[in-house]
């Protein structure tokens, strides 16, 4: 079982910018799907952006398209999410998760990820 352990969370003012990091130990990332998802005070977990493992295929949802980036170093076995232009609607806690199935596309459901990290903090202030 792999461990997931994100970093780079923190309070930002709106049009700043975070970059996240997901790193993972345990075993080898690089067969694997990656996604960021994040769960925002009273509101479900909900998806934010997945890249296949070769880093070739990514999607990303409406609310952060052309905004977020997710990247993946399978060197380092550490998936970022490089987060610009910042709202406060991405105030949220965020997870990195794996996917399943090796060498398999997940898809945007919390249920296509296996493993989970604790989540990162991010506050965008107004």
């Known amino acids: 079982q792999v461990q997931l352990v994100e970093s780079g969370g923190g309070l930002v003012q709106a049009g700043g910018s975070l970059r996240l990091s997901c790193a993972a130990s345990g075993r080898t990332l690089s067969p694997y799907s990656m996604g960021w998802f994040r769960q925002a005070p009273g509101k479900k977990r909900e998806f934010v952006a997945r890249?296949?493992?070769?880093?070739?295929?990514?999607d990303y949802a409406d609310s952060v398209k052309g905004r977020f980036t997710i990247s993946r170093d399978n060197a380092k076995n550490t998936v970022y999410l490089q987060m610009n232009s910042l709202k406060p609607e991405d105030t949220a806690v965020y997870y990195c998760?794996?996917?399943?199935?090796?060498?398999?596309?997940?898809?945007?459901?919390?249920?296509?990820?296996?493993?989970w990290g604790r989540g990162t903090q991010v506050i965008v202030s107004s």
């Open positions: 890249i296949n493992w070769s880093g070739v295929s990514t």
């Open positions: 998760a794996s996917g399943r199935d090796f060498y398999r596309y997940s898809g945007e459901s919390e249920n296509d990820y296996e493993d």
